[in-house]
């Protein structure tokens, strides 16, 4: 086992652990800050398992993450400040 | 050698931004250290892939995705504190300044 073998598991191990916040979040907004950044992790091992699987598609499903995870996240806040969606 | 170098880095700043994402008080100061997490760890990964694979097929999709993610979480980190504070979620107790309250209205 190498070193990036050992930096995949502790970046799959870091996004799990976002999952505490998002169970234990005390107000809703701490729920989608957890949610967000879970995206970003879930990007972060894209990259490293393309490196380690050798494998260069992996890289499409993080840019697919990305935008993905954008657009739900300015939604959510959207509905976190009351307004429509067309404003 | 350098894009290890680069991910350890990554890595390194993912789990700082996530001890800060448990440990801190409210959700701005928890926003701002994922946020940090997010911009520079996950960038710094890509930009680790990109020096593995050079500059071909693989390695300019991860140029493509650095810039689309530093500006994308940023935006929706600013979109988050705004729809967080018009929602009506108050400071920490510690907190002792707040600014945007008088700019607001």
Redesign the interface.
């Given at each position: 086992m190498d070193l990036l073998h050992i930096l995949l598991y502790i970046q799959i191990a870091l996004s799990a652990s976002c999952l505490y916040r998002i169970i234990r979040g005390p107000s809703i907004a701490d729920r989608m800050v957890a949610i967000d950044i879970f995206g970003v992790l879930v990007v972060g091992i894209c990259g490293i398992l393309s490196i380690t699987l050798e494998r260069g598609f992996i890289l499409d499903i993080g840019i697919a993450w990305i935008i993905l995870s954008f657009i739900g996240t300015l939604t959510l806040a959207k509905y976190l400040s009351g307004k429509k969606l067309n404003e | 050698m350098i894009?290890?170098i680069l991910?350890?880095v990554?890595?390194l700043f993912?789990?700082f931004?996530?001890i800060g994402?448990?440990r801190l008080p409210d959700?701005y100061n928890?926003?701002q250290s994922?946020?940090k997490?997010?911009t520079l760890?996950?960038c710094s990964?890509?930009a680790?892939?990109l020096f593995?694979?050079g500059l071909v097929?693989?390695g300019v999709?991860?140029l493509?995705?650095i810039p689309?993610?530093f500006f994308?979480?940023t935006?929706?980190?600013h979109?988050?504190v705004?729809?967080?504070y018009?929602?009506g979620?108050k400071l920490g107790d510690k907190s002792v300044k707040d600014d945007y309250k008088d700019a607001v209205r």
């Open positions: - | 894009s290890t991910i350890t990554g890595v993912n789990l931004g996530c994402l448990i959700v928890r926003l994922a946020t997490c997010g760890g996950t990964i890509l680790g892939v593995h694979y097929d693989s999709k991860a493509i995705a689309l993610l994308a979480a935006a929706a980190a979109a988050l705004r729809g967080a018009h929602f979620i």
